[in-house]
């Protein structure tokens, strides 16, 4: 069965401090891991998505995701928070051009 | 390209009645995809197309749900018989080998 872990529920960081938002899956085949943002009453916002040979992918509001193939991990980060990123996060995954399994989520808060 | 289109975007309705849900897709999107979230949930599969065949249905999709996507352009997923368990967001999808998954803003269901 395919799964996605994010264990933390919530991450709080200092506004300007480095964030990161942990994701690890257990899929078959060639994982293709996803990251969105959730707001309120909202839908999914796509972040950046894992490209083949990539290690570090970069995305949009200036995110990045590590890719660890031995690890199967694919943890979010950004190097300075801000305030207005704090929001609802998903991690997902799937087969290529196939449905995502998502995790539950993680909210993070960012304080100034 | 105006993305992804879901309405209604809210619909409250009684215990025992019908409701249908509409997903305009981007139109060169030859994939749609049905997820549920629930409150504090990551998004769960539904179904999917691939133009207008319906590829796979999850387990969660009871007998009381039907989708479909004539001519493989918009997809229409109905509920009959609603009961309260089917409060949710339900989020459509589409996606392109070329630009990945998009999300709609979803459809807002409360079941009284």
């Known amino acids: 069965a395919q799964s996605v872990a994010q264990p933390e529920d919530q991450v709080n960081v200092a506004e300007g401090n480095p964030l990161t938002v942990k994701c690890t899956y257990s899929?078959?085949?060639?994982?293709?891991p996803f990251w969105y943002v959730q707001y309120p009453n909202r839908g999914l916002q796509f972040l950046l998505k894992y490209i083949t040979g990539d290690n570090l992918v970069k995305g949009s509001y200036g995110f990045e995701a590590e890719f660890n193939k031995s690890q199967t991990s694919f943890h979010l980060k950004k190097p300075s928070a801000l305030v207005s990123d704090s929001a609802l996060y998903f991690c997902a995954v799937g087969p290529y051009g196939n449905k995502l399994v998502f995790g539950a989520g993680t909210i993070l808060r960012v304080k100034s | 390209d105006t993305g992804v289109s879901q309405n209604p975007r809210h619909k409250i309705t009684k215990r025992g009645q019908n409701v249908t849900f509409r997903c305009d897709p981007i139109?060169?999107?030859?994939?749609l995809y049905w997820y549920r979230q629930t409150l504090g949930q990551g998004p769960e599969f539904l179904t999917y197309?691939?133009?207008?065949?319906?590829?796979?249905k999850s387990r969660l999709l009871s007998d009381r749900f039907s989708a479909e996507r004539p001519k493989g352009s918009f997809s229409t997923l109905e509920i009959q018989r609603t009961e309260q368990g089917d409060s949710a967001m339900y989020l459509c999808?589409?996606?392109?080998?070329?630009?990945?998954?998009?999300f709609g803003s979803g459809t807002r269901l409360t079941v009284v």
């Open positions: 999808a589409s996606s392109s080998r070329q630009r990945g998954y998009t």
């Open positions: 899929v078959s085949g060639n994982p293709y």
């Open positions: 139109s060169e999107h030859n994939r």
């Open positions: 197309f691939q133009n207008e065949a319906q590829l796979e």
